[in-house]
């Protein structure tokens, strides 16, 4: 069982920045691949970025290619998701997500509580 907290939301304007962390308790976190996923109120939970264990290929969804940037410490077992020139429409709850294997559908089998970012133009 992998239990996942995130931290790092908050409020910003356009053309800020925000990182968020991920932290899991499972000490064999480097087994799993990393997601990290949004939602905003009336819509569907959307992939951000993934990153795969080992050597750590990573994923992007092109609407934050270039500005967004996942990163994973193992000897800290947490992922992060550094955001760069926000814009008002990344404004969501952001969730990591873990699974064996990395994958940009929202079916992970472990989820964070989520943690909200806004972004005011």
């Known amino acids: 069982q992998v239990q996942l907290v995130e931290s790092g939301g908050g409020s910003v304007q356009a053309g800020g920045s925000l990182r968020l962390s991920c932290a899991a308790s499972?000490?064999?976190?480097?087994?799993?691949?990393m997601g990290w996923f949004r939602q905003d109120p009336g819509k569907e939970r959307e992939f951000v970025d993934a990153?795969?264990?080992?050597?750590?290929?990573?994923y992007y969804a092109d609407y934050v290619k270039g500005r967004f940037t996942i990163s994973r410490d193992g000897a800290k077992n947490t992922v992060a998701l550094q955001m760069n020139s926000l814009k008002p429409e990344d404004t969501a709850v952001y969730y990591c997500?873990?699974?064996?294997?990395?994958?940009?559908?929202?079916?992970?089998?472990?989820w964070g509580q989520g943690t909200q970012v806004t972004v005011s133009s």
């Open positions: 499972e000490r064999t976190f480097r087994r799993y691949a």
């Open positions: 997500a873990a699974k064996a294997v990395v994958s940009i559908r929202d079916d992970y089998d472990y």
């Open positions: 990153i795969t264990t080992g050597v750590g290929l990573k």
